[in-house]
């Protein structure tokens, strides 16, 4: 049988001053996909609530945006895809051998205390399935719990946007936590790459991060690495 991914994508369309308007960036799901999709696996997206995910519109400015993105925004049976998401209820874990947590700085308001997403995560590492994220989807990350209490990342080498990089992107004013900073607060064992925005990936075992837009395609191709064994 192909082996599955499940990707994780936001609901959320704004910071918390509304006239700011965030969402999925979009370049972390399409270089993911496609290299997923290149390895034979099938794909499905859920998010925390199902139905609609709405886009980040930097990430479809220049420079952000790219070829893949581009060609999923153009495709209305792909943009379908983001209409109409999964939610975790209607997920079984059993089917999924990894999932991954795409970013966006949407993902910070409901990806951490999302139990549905929890719970598949969970299954899914403890089946012997790989968890991965890109950039800020280690949010999603951050309170999943194993079956014995203890926190996933505890103790795990792992890497997602960096707050160095949140200064750069002057976000900063506008996020609602420092989320490298509640990594280390968890005993993650938090790398970064020593330039902004350049591609870093880290694996330690089934737990597979990339740090920030540019790591997406690395990413996923360490979680194929894994996943081929």
């Known amino acids: 049988m192909a082996q599955r991914i499940l990707h994780v994508v936001t609901n959320v369309d704004h910071y918390d001053d509304p006239s700011h308007p965030t969402g999925l960036w979009l370049s972390e799901l399409t270089h993911a996909w496609h290299v997923f999709e290149e390895a034979g696996y099938e794909q499905d997206i859920v998010s925390p609530k199902g139905g609609f995910s709405p886009l980040e519109p930097r990430s479809l400015k220049f420079p952000n945006v790219d070829k893949t993105a581009k060609a999923w925004k153009a495709d209305p049976a792909r943009m379908a895809l983001l209409e109409n998401t999964r939610s975790p209820d209607k997920i079984n874990p059993a089917n999924y051998d990894a999932i991954y947590y795409t ?127």
């Open 103 to 229: 970013g966006g700085h949407a993902v910070m308001y409901d990806f951490p205390d999302s139990e549905g997403l929890q719970r598949i995560s969970r299954e899914i590492f403890e089946n012997g399935g790989v968890v991965s994220s890109v950039c800020h989807g280690y949010c999603g990350l951050l309170n999943v719990k194993l079956s014995d209490g203890s926190l996933l990342v505890e103790g795990r080498k792992l890497t997602g946007f960096a707050w160095t990089e949140e200064v750069v992107a002057r976000v900063d004013k506008l996020v609602p936590y420092n989320v490298e900073e509640e990594m280390k607060k968890r005993g993650a064992v938090y790398e970064k790459g020593l330039v902004p925005f350049t591609p870093k990936a880290v694996v330690d075992g089934r737990l597979v991060t990339g740090q920030n837009p540019q790591s997406a395609k690395a990413t996923a191709k360490k979680v194929v690495a894994v996943l081929e064994g």
